[in-house]
């Protein structure tokens, strides 16, 4: 009796299993924190041995950059020009910390992991670089957010203005990590247009627009 053949072929099996771990090191993450957070945890939490993990990543610092990676994929998708949003939008200050779609809990736990994991691994000479890696990319998404609506007239690089978005935004999120408090999202939106785009922003503000 010819035996049934798994329909999935082993790059897919290893892929999935990837996905699985990477799933649950954020939560495990989030939960634990960085220095917290226990590989054997992350493992049992995807259903998996502690082999399953050194067989996809390194150790905890290649997992927890994968995490960080899925998060920036996730990003990339939310890229919007911020004079398309509405002028009293619906979320509120903490909906702005969840953009992701996950929990708040999850979202302030992860962002205080990587708070932990940014302070190690700017120490470290092999993951120095890879960090500053991840730091251009989220750069490049706040540059492009800056060019998607820049006028005519700026003088100043798509570039610069995305460094001072990204300030805003990672400013904003460090305030809600601190003390739990966040502008208004009206406001908040209202930053970031003025930094776009001043005289766009002013005048839509005369108008409600």
């Known amino acids: 009796m010819a035996q049934l053949r798994d329909p999935l072929s082993r790059q897919d099996r290893q892929q999935q299993t990837r996905e ?3 799933v649950a090191a954020r939560g495990v993450f989030s939960e634990d924190g960085y220095h917290g957070a226990s590989l054997d945890r992350i493992a049992r939490e995807a259903g998996f041995s502690k082999g399953a993990v050194y067989s996809n990543f390194s ?8 995490v960080m990676d899925q998060n920036l994929e996730l990003a990339k998708a939310d890229v919007r020009d911020p004079f398309e949003q509405p002028a009293n939008p619906a979320s509120t200050g903490r909906d702005l910390a969840a953009r992701e779609g996950y929990p708040l809990e999850a979202t302030q736990g992860f962002a205080l992991a990587t708070l932990e994991f940014i302070a190690s691994a700017a120490r470290d000479t092999k993951l120095a670089p890879q960090l500053h890696h991840r730091l251009s990319t989220v750069l490049s998404h706040y540059s492009e957010i800056a060019q998607m609506a820049r006028p005519d007239d700026e003088t100043l690089p798509a570039s610069d203005v995305g460094k001072l978005l990204a300030a805003l935004d990672q400013g904003a999120g460090l305030i809600l990590l601190a003390g739990d408090v966040l502008p208004d999202p009206a406001v908040f939106y209202a930053g970031m247009r003025r930094l776009i785009d001043p005289a766009r922003a002013a005048s839509e503000g005369r108008t409600g627009g």
């Open 59 to 66: 150790g905890k610092p290649s997992l927890f950059l994968a």
């Open 20 to 22: 699985a771990l990477i």
